[in-house]
């Protein structure tokens, strides 16, 4: 399966891209950047050369995926979101050997105009609304909201809020259950 790069993209040489990506218009990546398979790159958006994405990836229009920052498989980028890699920047001061490193885990979803402040990892399947500021780590399935954000409940694994009843849900569209363990939301596998 080929990879698509629009014409008025950008992919700087050596950089790697899986099989049936899609780069679209004015894309721009590094050329150190290493993109796995299936992934999708909207309009205007930017990665680094310190870049890891993995497979089945979709970062939508105008995001910037800077120095320091690891997605996982099956992760969503919402438009406009906003990844840092400098804590506390300054335009006269060269911070480039400060970056801290973001890790966003497998099937987590980062709302639009969200932003992820640098040093933090994004739990698995963990859910990031609309215009949330995350500035600490965030646990797998957690559902956050707000600046800075706060967890406001859980998710499942295919997106769907889950309501516990004591420790136990169900998630309403696939029918997989999870459990409450020591504050953790877990699949329970069968």
Known sequence: MAVTIHPSAIVDAGAQIGDGSRVWHFVHICAQARIGERCSFGQNVFVGNDVLIGNNV???NNVSVYDAVTLEDDVFCGPSMVFTNVYNPRAAVTRKD???????????TLGANSTIVCGTT???????????????????????????????????????????????AVCPHTGD???????RCELIQD
């Open 177 to 183: 259950r999870y459990r409450l363990v020591d504050g």
């Open 58 to 60: 979709k970062i939508q």
């Open 122 to 168: 994004i739990g698995r399947f963990a859910f990031i609304g609309a215009g949330a500021v995350v500035n600490r780590d965030v646990p797998d399935f957690a559902l956050m909201l707000g600046v800075p954000a706060r967890q406001a409940g859980w998710m499942s694994r295919h997106g769907e809020r889950l309501e516990f009843v004591g420790d136990q």
């Open 98 to 108: 400060e970056y801290r490193r973001t890790v966003v885990r497998q099937g987590a």
